[in-house]
Nanobody, 124 residues
Framework: QVQLVESGGGLVQAGGSLRLSCAAS????????MGWFRQAPGKEREFVAA????????YYADSLKGRFTISRNNAKNTMYLQMNSLKPDDTAVYYC?????????????????WGQGTQVTVSS
């Protein structure tokens, strides 16, 4: 059974930082791209960032470049999202996702496995 478990969410003041983690288990994600998405109340789930299996290829939502950094440690089967200079608009449930393909993409339907999400709340 494939399982993706996010952690690291919480409440932070505007301008602060958080690091989210996504632990994968149940199958090997060798040669699989992974990504982060977020969903704010009343809004559709949106792409945040994605990373290739090797970590050499990354892809970010244009609006988040420079503030968020995606990375992964395959030895630990864990992906990370470092979020800096957080804004109230970053408040959302953050989801990690994995796909059975190495291509780094931003479409939710291209990801086959999803975590349960972790809440990030940024206060002003």
């Amino acid at each position: 059974q494939v399982q993706l478990v996010e952690s690291g969410g919480g409440l932070v003041q505007a301008g602060g930082s958080l690091r989210l983690s996504c632990a994968a288990s149940g199958r090997t994600f060798s040669n699989s791209a992974m990504g982060w998405f977020r969903q704010a109340p009343g809004k559709e789930r949106e792409f945040v960032a994605a990373i290739s299996w090797t970590g050499l290829s990354t892809y970010y939502a244009d609006s988040l470049k420079g503030r968020f950094t995606i990375s992964r440690n395959n030895a630990k089967n864990t992906m990370y999202l470092q979020m800096n200079s957080l804004k109230p608009d970053d408040t959302a449930v953050y989801y990690c996702a994995a796909r059975t393909s190495p291509a780094v993409v931003k479409t939710t339907s291209d990801y086959q496995y999803w975590g349960q999400g972790t809440q990030v709340t940024v206060s002003s």
